[in-house]
């Protein structure tokens, strides 16, 4: 039993909504244990700024936000070097699942706010954006799941809460398009073997299945109350 009663095969609650903003053109929110997160959607649009056009694509910016009051003790506003590479690899994961080359000369923009981090948050930043893209209605192969994995206490484990990810040996992101069984998101943060590794993202492969579930679930009922009205 992990500290918070869990199995070690066993992800956090999850609990996904789409079109949650009504400024945005798509949206979602994420909460995933203690983590709540923001995602919104703009575009396709003119590229700004110019000269970071793509001629035979749309360019896709991720921003990576968390908010002042989202962690025990009060952030440092505005971006810092975390939160530009987390922009960065949200791009890399995403990316690949979208159909990009559809609008050349543009820019599709995607804003994640964290406003409660409890470890993992580029997981379920990654996990709203693209229920986000998705609400949007922009064209993509598939959804993007993404979920951690690694060590804790000599334990191969699902899923790192807080204290799990602070203490323990390992944690590695990992995002999928699960119609091609690609990996689009592979980090690792601390140490393991080569066999422990290969256990970690195929344990992480399995948390993304069951995110990608819920990303499909929130999406259909957003449908179905649309069309209800
Ligand atoms: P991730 O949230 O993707 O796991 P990290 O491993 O960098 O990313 O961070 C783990 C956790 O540490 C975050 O989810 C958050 O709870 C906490 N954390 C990150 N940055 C800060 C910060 N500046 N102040 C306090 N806690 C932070």
Redesign the pocket.
């Known amino acids: 039993m992990r500290l918070d009663g869990r199995r070690n095969d066993e992800i956090r609650e999850i609990k996904i909504k789409a079109g949650v903003l009504k400024r945005a053109v798509g949206s979602s929110y994420v909460e995933w244990g203690k983590?709540k997160v923001y995602a919104a959607v703009y575009g396709p649009r003119e590229v700004f700024p110019r000269f970071l056009t793509k001629n035979e694509q749309a360019l896709i910016r991720c921003r990576y936000n968390?908010a002042p009051f989202s962690?025990?003790?009060r952030?440092r506003p505005g971006p810092?070097r975390?939160a530009v590479e987390?922009g960065k690899v949200m791009q890399g994961a995403l990316e690949p699942a979208i159909l990009a080359h559809l609008f050349p000369k543009t820019m599709i923009e995607v804003n994640v706010e964290v406003v409660q981090?409890?470890?993992?948050?580029?997981?379920a930043g990654i996990t709203a954006a693209s229920v986000a893209l998705a609400d949007a209605g922009i064209p993509m192969r598939d959804l993007v799941p993404a979920c951690?994995a690694g060590k804790a206490g000599d334990q191969i484990i699902l899923d790192l809460g807080?204290e799990e990810?602070n203490l323990g040996q390992a944690?590695v992101?990992v995002a999928i398009i699960p119609r091609t069984g690609e990996i689009t998101l592979l980090q690792m943060?601390g140490s393991l073997s080569n066999s422990e590794l290969e256990e970690v993202i195929r344990l992480a492969m399995t948390g993304c299945m069951t995110v990608y579930e819920k990303q499909k679930e929130a999406l259909r009922k957003k449908y179905e109350v649309a069309s209800h009205d």
């Open positions: 983590n968390m962690v025990d003790e952030k810092d975390r987390i981090a409890s470890a993992g948050t580029r997981c951690a807080k990810d944690d992101p943060d």
